[in-house]
């Protein structure tokens, strides 16, 4: 049996995934958010105290109702990509390529 080769994935694609990946990690962030006590202080103040430093201000800064806004843009972007042929905006290919394993 010949391998078959098959040709890299668009880009448009690879955007579509990030915000898949984006949109996965928000949802199960708010069920935990839901279902742990500890996060009745709030989303900012217990990512801040958990993490700590810059680090956990940063990531404070970046609740799953922002994640969930960022997915769905991430997705109408790739989507007028991939439908009419719009340029990605630079934003999303670097999103694209740091949330890409």
């Known amino acids: 049996m010949t391998a078959v080769s098959l040709p890299p994935p668009s880009r ?9 990946r984006i949109r996965r990690t928000a949802e199960a962030t708010r069920g935990e958010l839901a ?30 109702e ?18 009419f042929g719009d340029p990605l905006p630079p934003l999303a290919l670097a999103i694209a390529d740091s949330t890409t394993p």
């Open 12 to 20: 448009a694609f690879i955007v579509h995934e990030a915000a898949a």
């Open 35 to 64: 279902d742990n006590g500890y996060w009745s202080s709030g989303w900012a103040v217990g990512v801040e105290n958990a993490i700590g430093g810059a680090a956990g201000e940063l990531a404070a800064l970046f609740p799953p």
């Open 66 to 83: 922002l994640a969930l806004r960022l997915a769905d843009w991430l997705d109408e972007r790739a989507s007028a990509t991939a439908r």
